[in-house]
């Protein structure tokens, strides 16, 4: 189990978790695979607990935050939004592809309606949120870090 009182192992985690997430979805094809989107989306709401956790775990360790510690759980905040986000963005993009591929199965003639934004269009906006997330993660941005 980490140190608990040193977030940069948990930190460091999320911020590689996020970065290989940001590369899967680079690459995944939404209209082809649910499994695997559906896969990514459990990733992303993996990442925002690990980050809610750490949040719980740095919140309940003073009772007086200083500044510092305030900066961190902004952070560890930002990381945990943005990581429920992406995980929204997935499912939504999931939702968009069984609607399109229901549309096509039902379609009686060559001419399909589907509906938009694309699930790439959402799966695209959930790995720009991930983008974010190193940035959030990097401890040498923060003055008098705690985890120097």
């Known amino acids: 189990m980490p140190d608990s009182t040193n977030p940069v192992p948990v930190l460091s985690r999320i911020a590689s978790d996020a970065s290989c997430l940001h590369q899967a979805l680079r690459a995944l094809p939404a209209e082809r695979d649910a499994s695997a989107l559906a896969a990514r989306i ?8 690990i980050a809610l956790r750490l949040f719980l775990t740095r919140s309940r360790q003073t009772s007086r935050p ?7 759980l902004h952070r560890v905040a930002q990381i945990a939004k943005a990581a429920q986000d992406a995980a929204a963005e997935l499912t939504a993009a999931l939702a968009r592809a069984m609607e399109n591929q229901r549309r096509q199965a039902a379609a009686t003639s060559r001419r399909v309606v589907l509906i938009g934004p694309t699930p790439q269009q959402f799966i695209e906006s959930a790995a720009d949120l991930l983008d974010r997330i190193p940035a959030l993660c990097d401890a040498r941005e923060w003055p008098e870090s705690p985890c120097q």
Do not use: R
Not at 42 to 49: E, N
């Open 66 to 72: 200083s500044p510092t510690d305030l900066l961190l």
């Open 42 to 49: 459990t990733d992303a709401q993996d990442l925002a607990g």
